[in-house]
């Protein structure tokens, strides 16, 4: 095809490139690309640019790129690949017949995503492994022995919470931590979080806002679930007696040093005393907690986890009212999602 690179010396370059059409579809990789990306030549084309780099901005880039036919260039973008995720340059230049020349500068300085954090989290993964085996199996026993269907609910809610616990922990051992990204509804992800809650001996209050419109987003389920759960349970540990679960889309957000046009927000807010002013300034950096028992590592590990999808995680507090908001880029021209979940309940 014509309008691709010359084949013959551009599947020798070691320099990923890639060209997708006028919907960002692509339609030729070279093999350097392909490999590092951990893809099959054939299993490649047809995807979309956003599948194929899991990165949002570049998908918008992309797309002003092709609207206003000029190179565009996105610094420092954090991209999955088959070994594991690296920092790259991307380079977008339009080229004939209305398609896109996409090259992929891998940096060496900067090669997998995992953290000191993650590091420092595989120790303590490999410890509750055995603990959550054995919650497990108590919790099939008493749900095979139960008659009550609440109650064999209730068993069953405990073994999921072990199996999503247990499969954190195999990821942080055995996978360096890499998330398993894929389209998350997350308002099935805070209804599920409301019965884990409500499931409990004195749970709070639980209010929902959600905003119906909202879209899936492209992340690992398992890990924004944590860091909601991880959310709530310090706002229920410092007091909290009522708990709000607000979701909103937001327009013109800054994540890190990048602009988006618009961005997912979900508040975690809390009626409890407030974020004490000695470690307002250090809330989120590992062993620091405002309470006397706490370990000071679920906010550290949550603002990795936003991090890792490209977000943040923010907090306004004050006595009575503090809320931890998690921000997620959301891709252009994202679809809107059905109606799901409650509202004002």
């Known amino acids: 095809m014509s309008e691709h690179p010359p084949q013959r010396w551009a599947e020798q370059l070691s320099t990923g490139l890639a060209v997708v059409d006028a919907q960002l579809r692509v339609q030729w990789i070279n093999p350097a690309l392909a490999e590092w990306l951990g893809l099959g030549l054939r299993h490649a084309q047809g995807q ?32 999955p690949g088959g070994q594991g995720s690296a920092r790259v340059d991307v380079s977008l230049q339009p080229i004939d017949s209305g398609n896109l020349l996409v090259e992929v500068h891998v940096l060496a300085e900067a090669t997998s995503t995992v953290s000191p ?41 405990v073994i999921a919470e072990a199996d999503r616990l247990a499969a954190l922990a195999n990821r942080l051992l055995h996978h360096d931590g890499a998330p398993r990204l894929g389209a998350v509804n997350l308002h099935l992800l805070l209804e599920r979080l409301s019965e ?27 890990r924004l679930q944590q860091v909601m759960l991880n959310l709530v349970r310090n706002a229920i540990e410092a007091g909290a007696k009522t708990l709000t679960l607000r979701s909103r889309v937001e327009h013109g957000v800054r994540l890190g040093e990048r602009m988006f046009r618009s961005a997912l927000r979900l508040d975690v807010i809390d009626d409890g005393p407030g974020v004490a002013v000695n470690v307002r300034d250090t809330l989120f950096e590992p062993l620091v907690s405002g309470r006397v028992d706490g370990t000071g590592l679920g906010l550290a590990l949550s603002r990795e986890i936003a991090h890792e999808h490209g977000g943040e995680l923010r907090y306004a507090s004050r006595p009575g009212e503090t809320v931890f908001s998690l921000y997620l880029p959301l891709p252009p021209r994202a679809g809107v999602a059905a109606p799901t979940g409650r509202l004002h309940g």
Do not use: W
């Not at 998908?59 to 610094?75: D, F, G, N």
């Not at 993964?125 to 497990?136: D, F, Q, S, W, Y």
């Open 48 to 79: 979309p640019l956003m599948g194929l780099l899991q990165d949002a901005g570049v998908a918008e880039q992309a797309a002003r790129s092709l609207v206003e036919q000029r190179s565009v260039q996105c610094r420092g973008v954090m991209v």
């Open 117 to 157: 954090l993650s590091a420092t989290l595989r120790g303590f993964a490999h410890e509750v492994k055995n603990p959550l085996a054995g919650l497990r199996g108590a919790a099939q026993l008493l749900q095979r022995r139960l008659d009550d269907p609440h109650m064999q609910a209730l068993a069953g809610m």
């Open 196 to 222: 884990l809650i409500e499931a409990e001996p004195s749970p709070p209050r639980i209010r929902h806002d959600y905003d119906p419109s909202l879209p899936d987003v492209h992340g690992d389920a398992d």
